[in-house]
C-alpha cells in the first residue's frame, strides 16, 4: 500500500529545484561569455583595421601616391630659362663665344655683338641698325640699290626666325659674302648685316632666335644714346 512520507516530497521537491538553479546560473554565464566575446571581437577587429591602415600607408599604398607623384615632379627638373641681355633697344640671349664691341661708339645706340675669331684671327660681328624712316621692304630695296652689280648683290627672299620675318639679301667684298636681314619695327625697320654668315651660323641663328625689339623704337633708341655700354650686365 501506498504510505505518504514527507520526508521523500522535500527530498523530491529539492531534487527538483536543484536542476533549475543551476540552469539558470549556466545561463547567466553563457550570455556574459558571449558579451565579453563580442567585445573582444569589436576591438581585435579595431585593431587590425587600424594595422592595415598604418601598413598601407607604410608601404606606398594609395595615401602615399601622390608623394610618390610629387617626387618624380620634382625629380624631373625644367631646364633654366636663359636670361637675356638688355641693350635697351633690343634684347638678346648671348651664345658662347659672343661678345661686345664699342668700337663704334660707347653707348647702346651704337652696339655690335662680335662672333668668336677664326682661326686668321679675325672676328666676324652681328651688326644691328635701326632705320627710322623706312619699312623693311624700303630699307631692303635701298641696301639691294646701293650695292647693286659691284657688290654683286643677291636676294634671299624671306625667312623666319622665333616667329618674325625677315627679308634677306647677301653681297661680296674683300671680306667674304656678307647676309643682311631686314624686318619691321615701330616706328621704321631694323637691319642686321653679318660677315660670312655660314661661319658663324650656329651663334647667329641663336642671336636671331632669341632677339626681341620694344614697343616702340624711338623712346628706345633715345634712352640707349644716354647708356654706355660698359655699364650694361652681360648675361
Request: charged share 25%; aromatic share 8%.
Amino acid at each position: 500500500m501506498y504510505s505518504y512520507n514527507p520526508r521523500t516530497k522535500t527530498s523530491a521537491a529539492n531534487g527538483n529545484n536543484a536542476p533549475t538553479t543551476c540552469g539558470a546560473m549556466m545561463s547567466l554565464t553563457d550570455k556574459e561569455d558571449a558579451t565579453m566575446k563580442k567585445k573582444t571581437l569589436s576591438i581585435l577587429s579595431l585593431c587590425i583595421a587600424l594595422f592595415s591602415a598604418f601598413a598601407l600607408v607604410g608601404c606606398g599604398g594609395s595615401a602615399s601616391s601622390g608623394g610618390s607623384s610629387a617626387a618624380k615632379s620634382e625629380g624631373k627638373e625644367k631646364a633654366p630659362v636663359a636670361e637675356k641681355t638688355d641693350f635697351i633697344w633690343f634684347k638678346v640671349e648671348m651664345p658662347g663665344g659672343v661678345g661686345v664691341s664699342d668700337s663704334a661708339g660707347k653707348n647702346a645706340d651704337r652696339i655690335q655683338l662680335t662672333f668668336p675669331e677664326d682661326e686668321n684671327g679675325s672676328s666676324n660681328r652681328f651688326i644691328p641698325v635701326w632705320k627710322k624712316a623706312m619699312t623693311a621692304e624700303e630699307s631692303h630695296a635701298d641696301q639691294a640699290e646701293k650695292k647693286g652689280d659691284t657688290f654683286q648683290w643677291e636676294d634671299g627672299g624671306s625667312v623666319e626666325y622665333n616667329g618674325r620675318t625677315w627679308l634677306t639679301g647677301t653681297y661680296k667684298d674683300n671680306s667674304g659674302t656678307s647676309t643682311m636681314l631686314f624686318t619691321d619695327v615701330e616706328p621704321g625697320s631694323i637691319y642686321i648685316l653679318i660677315p660670312n654668315f655660314d661661319q658663324h651660323k650656329k651663334e647667329a641663328e641663336a642671336l636671331l632666335n632669341s632677339i626681341e625689339f620694344p614697343d616702340d623704337m624711338n623712346e628706345a633708341v633715345t634712352e640707349a644714346r644716354d647708356v654706355e655700354i660698359s655699364s650694361i650686365e652681360i648675361k
